[in-house]
């Protein structure tokens, strides 16, 4: 029997020698027909099309696993640096109750930061027209406000009724995508939301102690987080498309300009001057206290704006109220709950 190898034909361009048979009708039908399979085994060896595809999707995936552990990563420092400025600042009242003043410290810290690596060309500012430098304008003047009633409020309440308080901030977040961008979630997340926020309730049971104006206060403060937070995500993924260090720069002069004129209003100059001058709290001690307090400020701010871009209005409030109950947990430690009364 003669053998006829058609991968060995293709490289020597015909059969051995030895054994080259005369050519014949048949065996030119036959040839012809191994010769037609010899070019559809080189077709089949040559990539297709999907193997292509395949490798897009693929780069396409790693992509979006990167893009989710970065999410992730975010979220935590958010979740760590919220969670220790929360109590960090509670201590700072306890000595300096001016919470304009706070503000202010940490808008200018937020103006500083963004100067310095801004002229190390860590990012670039873009020209904005008139309409949209109005809308940053409204935006910082509900940053400082939101800042502002949350300092306050936590100054006329405890910890766990100021956490449970601002644990509503999901609804609020429901609420305004609901009616200002008609936008619905599925009815598993609205089931999911209701352990999350009676969950801080739980666990805060028997410990409130509020006014009646640090109750509307906090509520208030609750509802502006949510506001803020949709906000943030919007000018970063809306036609703005904002970065957070952008945000952040153009922000945080109007906030301090706010802070302080508010804090002159309030009186808070004043007792601010009194408490650090003539009964001399303001040592080198406190000095470093009001650094550190400053600098975290400013990290957060900046993964606060960068995990909402990632991550969403909605999950960013959500992680809010996790940090809530370790708040309380964390507060029962260091203030023992009586210290916390204003």
Not at 230 to 259: D, K, W, Y
């Amino acid at each position: 029997m003669v053998s006829f190898d058609i991968f060995s034909y293709g490289r020597s361009g015909g059969l051995p020698p030895a054994e080259s048979p005369t050519p014949t009708p048949a065996n030119t039908a036959r040839n012809s027909i191994d010769l037609s399979g010899c070019g559809k085994l080189e077709t089949i060896c040559e990539p297709p099309d999907e193997f292509e595809e395949v490798a897009t999707f693929r780069r396409g995936d790693a992509a979006a696993v990167e893009s989710s552990i970065a999410k992730w990563i975010y979220l935590f420092l958010y979740f760590a640096l919220n969670l220790g400025l929360t109590i960090y600042n509670k201590a700072v009242m306890d000595t300096f109750p001016q919470p304009y003043m706070l503000t202010a410290l940490h808008a200018a810290f937020g103006c500083l930061g963004c100067t310095f690596l801004n002229r190390r060309g860590y990012y670039a500012m873009r020209h904005l027209s008139r309409e949209e430098t109005v809308v940053l304008v409204f935006f910082s003047m509900l940053y400082t406000l939101n800042i502002s009633i949350s300092n306050v409020s936590l100054n006329l309440v405890t910890i766990p009724f100021h956490q449970v308080v601002r644990a509503t901030s999901p609804i609020f977040t429901v609420l305004i995508y609901a009616l200002c961008y008609h936008k619905t979630y599925s009815l598993s997340t609205y089931v999911s939301l209701a352990p999350v926020i009676a969950g801080v309730g739980f666990a805060t049971y028997g410990d409130y102690y509020c006014t009646a104006l640090g109750f509307f206060s906090t509520l208030l403060g609750s509802f502006l987080a949510a506001l803020k937070t949709v906000i943030t995500n919007r000018l970063q993924t809306g036609p703005l498309q904002l970065s957070a260090f952008e945000i952040l720069h153009l922000m945080s002069p109007l906030a301090l300009s706010q802070s302080l004129a508010y804090a002159y209003l309030s009186g808070e100059f004043a007792a601010f001057g009194r408490l650090a001058f003539v009964e001399g709290r303001l040592n080198i001690t406190m000095l470093n206290v009001l650094l550190v307090n400053g600098l975290m400020a400013f990290a957060l701010n900046v993964t606060s704006f960068t995990a909402n871009k990632k991550a969403g209005a909605l999950t960013m409030t959500v992680a809010a109220n996790i940090k809530q109950v370790l708040t309380i947990v964390l507060s029962i430690v260091f203030f023992q709950l009586d210290g916390l009364k204003a």
